[in-house]
Every structure is written in C-alpha cells, then in structure tokens.
C-alpha cells in the first residue's frame, strides 16, 4: 500500500522537525497542517483547504500575501549582494538606507538603529545595550529589570523572563532573580477597570514601588508592549503608555517600549507610541518591519543611550552574523514603501472602525464577555457566566476546540489558553474580507456554543440565548 506525498511529508515532520510553543506529544499525534501557498488574505494547505488568514501569519504579514514588489526587490537584491557582513565595518546599502528611513519615521528620540533576526533577540539585544549602557556610564548597580504581568518580549534565555507567561517559564529556571514583574493594566479584569484614571494610576503607583523596593540605584529599565499581544490582547486605556514613560523618567529608569507586535500601523499610527507622543529611550520592533517576508528586527536606540554606550571607548561585543542582513533590508524599504506610497496603512486605519464594530457586535454572543481592540489589533475573552466573569474550566479544552471549529470553518486566529482569541487580519484586507471574518468568526462561535459540555458550562442558573 502506497503512501501518498501528503502523509510522507506529515510523518517526517512527525520524526524531525520541531515546531515553537505546541505540547510535543499532542503534535506528534495530531500531525502538521501543511502549508503550500498563500495570496492576498488567504492560506492554502497542502490538501486543497483554503482559509482566510485573520492573525497575518504570526502578528506580521500586515501587507498581505504575495506582493509581486517584494518578490521582485528580494531576487534582485539577493543576484546583486545576497550577503554582507555588518562585522569590520562593514556594510550595505539597503541596510544604511533602512536605518536611515525608520528613525525618520520613528518617535524622534530614537536616532540610532541595531537589526537583529527577529523580535526575540532585538529584546536580548536591547538587555545587553542597557546593561553596557550602566556599566559604560558607571552605575553597575542598575541590573533589575520590570516588566508586565501577561506580557510578552520574546523567548530567548534572558528575553523569555521578562515574558510573564507560565509556559516560557516552566522548566527553563526563569524568570531570573533580577526579572521583576508588575500587574497588568488588564481592564476587564482590574478592579478599577471601569475607571480609566484610576487604572492609570494603580499602574504608575505599582511601578514606583516596585522601584522604590529594589532601590531606583538598582533599576535599570521597564520593559513594556503598547498593547500586550500574546498574553491576550490586553489593551490599556488611552494614556497609560504616556503615563508610565512619564513615571520611568522621574525615577531615572529607562523606558523600553517593545512594538515588535504594535508596530507598522497595528494599531492605526505607524508606531503605538505615536499614537500618544510617546518617545522612548529604546524600541524593538519585528513582524510587520518585512511584513514576514524574511527574518529581521531591530532596536532603535535614542542618542543618549548610544552616546553613553560609545563613550567607553572600546569594542561593544555584541553582533549576530546575519545582523543588517541586505536582503531583509531590502525587503523593509518595500514594505515600507507600500506602507505609505502603497496606501496599505492608510486602508488599515480605514477598516478599524468596520473591525472593532465586528468585534463589539458579538459581546451579544453567549459565549463572549469582552471584546477589545485597536486598529486592526483585537480579541474577544470568552467566559462561562457574563456576570462574574467567571473563565470556563481548563478541563474542556477549549482554545483546542475553538481552533478545530475555526478550521472547519476555514478562518485561522489565535486561541489563547485561557479563553482569550487573538485577532490580526492584515492591513490589506477589504470590505469584503472584513465581512467574510465576521461570518465565519460566529459560525465557530455557534458551532461551539452547540456542543453539550459547553452549554452545560455556561452560567448553570441564567438562560441560554443563542
């Protein structure tokens, strides 16, 4: 009996490839979903199924799929120079002229540029400049750093303990004793949630005394997302961002803001810290920077960082072989330039209204208590009973079953584990698609919402309404 291509190719990534942030032995007996191709807002896998993309690949296919543009400025670059070292001095022209392009289109306090891989290791790159920053400058008693509850800021060995989320810590020794975490400005459930300056100001109070605990001597910086992305979409009122760099800059802590998820027009500005005048002292960015199309971040650094780093006079031994990549680079002014000349943010800030209408229209839903969003970044939370809030137990698997309807129902998002579905449709997306998210999102809601244990589980003494 033969076996056909499909299964051969299932089974091998079975026995070799790894895959990110899944439970091992579930994937070994589930299998990959098979990726082939993809156009505009839509997958294909490699059985026929397609689907219509509403997380843009991981947070950063903002431009949609198959850009001809960028297809075409990656092959002629990659013919012309498809490797330069930024070692030696060393360096290219893509490369000089993206550094050059984002810290004109960044908060003006941000005048320097380091590319990395990706957005984790723009996050440990960022750890290191900070702590050759204090050293260089002579504070080495500014090692502690804070981050956020639910936050995310990557998963590499240092970066993964600024995350504050259970799986990046279990088993890896994390976080670390100088990872400090404060509680997340998490509306739909903070006891002032109602109450937007107050939030504000329990977030600022936290913050200062955790810096007053540690010792502001001790504190190096505060790591934080505009809006937190993988800890489930948890949008601040407006103001907290400017709030707490206004605190950081009292207490002489620097203020880090990680738009690796927010940036590139995610949240309607370019950058979500210009969304409130915002100018950080460091920012990393990824994703939407080459729209996924090749690996590359960065950390934008402002002048003093960078003047009080140089001023030790001596080699800063930090750099990645891939660092500057021409390629990528090339790839980042392309989508830049369909960014603004292409019109993709300004049709992305047209279509936020049509989203978080979306969105806000299924809080009628029985199985949804919140929904929040900004721009074309958004979640719903579901729950078991409105009133409290109540989460529904972990033991239904939830996320497991909303990402087997959602498929059947050929849409792609995020289920969180904790009941929280994350939603990132690209800046691409039309009227249309708009209206084919929506109807496919509530068909899986509904399809859920049949099954009896759901039901069931829904608040025992309140009546159903479907």
């Not at 129902?409 to 995020?414: A, D, I, P, Q, T």
Request: aromatic share 8%.
């Amino acid at each position: 009996m033969s076996t056909s291509p499909l299964a051969s190719l299932i089974e091998a990534d079975r026995q070799h490839l790894i895959h990110p942030v899944i439970n091992y032995r579930t994937h070994e007996t589930r299998g990959a979903t098979v990726l082939e191709s993809a156009r505009g807002p839509f997958l294909r896998t490699a059985a026929g199924e397609e689907l219509l993309d509403a997380f843009s690949g991981l947070w950063c296919v903002n431009v949609g799929y198959g850009r001809d543009s960028i297809v075409k400025v990656a092959a002629e670059q990659m013919a012309r120079l498809p490797y330069a070292t930024g070692y030696f001095h060393f360096a290219s022209e893509p490369a000089i002229e993206l550094a050059a392009k984002l810290t004109g289109l960044a908060p003006p306090s941000l005048q320097h540029v380091y590319f990395t891989l990706g957005g984790s290791d723009a996050v440990d790159s960022a750890v290191r400049f900070i702590t050759h920053y204090f050293n260089a400058t002579g504070r080495p008693s500014k090692k502690q750093f804070i981050a956020l509850e639910r936050g995310y800021h990557g998963s590499s060995s240092v970066g993964a303990g600024l995350t504050a989320l259970p799986a990046f810590h279990r088993h890896f020794d994390l976080p670390l004793p100088h990872q400090h975490h404060i509680s997340s400005p998490y509306a739909y459930r903070h006891a002032q949630g109602g109450d937007p300056t107050a939030l504000i100001d329990a977030s600022v109070n936290e913050l200062r005394a955790k810096v007053s605990a540690l010792g502001a001597d001790n504190v190096a910086a505060f790591f934080c997302e505009p809006i937190q992305g993988s800890g489930g979409v948890i949008v601040p009122p407006t103001g907290w961002l400017k709030a707490m760099r206004k605190a950081c800059r009292e207490l002489g802590i620097l203020f880090v803001a990680d738009e690796v998820i927010t940036g590139f027009g995610r949240t309607g500005p370019l950058f979500a810290c210009q969304g409130e005048g915002v100018e950080p002292d460091m920012m990393t960015v990824a994703k939407g920077l080459t729209s996924g199309y090749a690996p590359m971040g960065a950390v934008l650094m402002s002048d003093a960082v960078y003047q009080g780093i140089a001023s030790d006079n001596a080699v800063v031994g930090h750099g990645q072989t891939y660092s500057a990549h021409p390629v990528s680079a090339a790839i980042g002014l392309e989508v830049i330039r369909l960014y603004h000349e292409g019109g993709v943010l300004a049709n992305g800030a047209a279509h936020g209204p049509r989203f978080a209408q979306g969105l806000d229209a299924l809080l009628a839903h029985p199985l949804v208590g919140d929904a929040r969003h900004r721009g074309l970044l958004g979640a719903l939370e579901l729950v078991a009973d409105k009133h409290t809030k109540q989460r529904f137990d972990a033991s239904l698997n939830l996320p497991d079953r909303i990402a087997a309807a959602a498929f059947e129902n050929r849409l792609v998002f995020r289920a969180f584990g904790d009941g929280i579905l994350g939603f990132a449709p690209a800046l691409s997306y039309t009227a249309d698609d708009f209206d084919l998210l929506f109807e496919r999102l509530e068909q899986t809601l509904d399809a859920v919402l049949a099954q009896p244990d759901v039901r069931a589980a829904l608040g025992a003494s309140r009546p159903v309404v479907a």
